[in-house]
């Protein structure tokens, strides 16, 4: 079992700044490839960014790219989304996920998941 818990969303204004972090916990969780999805109200989640276990390629949808970079830190065991450049259609619930599945972009290779936690950006 891994277990993912996400922390560090918000309100912010447009153009401002928001850093997530997911504490990843569990049997051979460094071992999993990361990834942050994204759940705005009426719409299905989407994929925003992951990361290898081993941080050696991350990867992007392309409505962020440029403005987020997603990154892990080993020692901790702790994934971040730093996220810049904020505008209204980032907000949404974000969710941490991990997988041992190559397809990294795709939502139902991830088998772990956190509880979420709320972005808000105002205009």
Same mark, same amino acid.
Request: proline residues 2%; contains cysteine; charged residues 15%.
């Given at each position: 079992?891994? &277990?993912?818990?996400? +922390? *560090?969303? *918000?309100?912010?204004?447009?153009?401002?700044?928001? !850093?997530? +972090?997911?504490? @990843?916990?569990?049997?051979?969780? !460094?071992?999993?490839?990361?990834?942050?999805?994204?759940?705005? %109200?009426?719409?299905?989640? #989407?994929?925003?960014?992951?990361?290898?276990?081993?941080?050696?390629?991350?990867? /992007?949808?392309?409505? @962020?790219?440029?403005?987020?970079?997603? +990154?892990? #830190?080993? =020692?901790?065991?702790?994934?971040?989304?730093?996220?810049? +450049?904020?505008? %209204?259609? #980032?907000? =949404?619930? /974000?969710?941490?996920?991990?997988?041992?599945? %190559?397809?990294?972009?795709?939502?139902? =290779? /991830? #088998?772990?998941? *956190? &509880? *979420?936690? &709320?972005?808000? @950006?105002?205009?």
């Amino acid at each position: 079992q891994v &277990q993912l818990v996400e +922390s *560090g969303g *918000g309100l912010v204004q447009a153009g401002g700044s928001l !850093s997530l +972090s997911c504490a @990843v916990s569990g049997r051979t969780s !460094s071992t999993y490839a990361m990834g942050w999805f994204r759940q705005a %109200p009426g719409k299905e989640r #989407d994929f925003v960014a992951a990361i290898t276990w081993n941080g050696g390629r991350t990867y /992007y949808t392309d409505s @962020v790219l440029g403005r987020f970079t997603i +990154s892990r #830190d080993a =020692a901790t065991t702790t994934v971040y989304l730093q996220m810049s +450049s904020l505008k %209204p259609e #980032d907000t =949404a619930v /974000y969710y941490c996920a991990g997988t041992l599945h %190559p397809a990294v972009t795709t939502i139902t =290779a /991830y #088998d772990y998941w *956190g &509880q *979420g936690t &709320q972005v808000t @950006v105002s205009s």
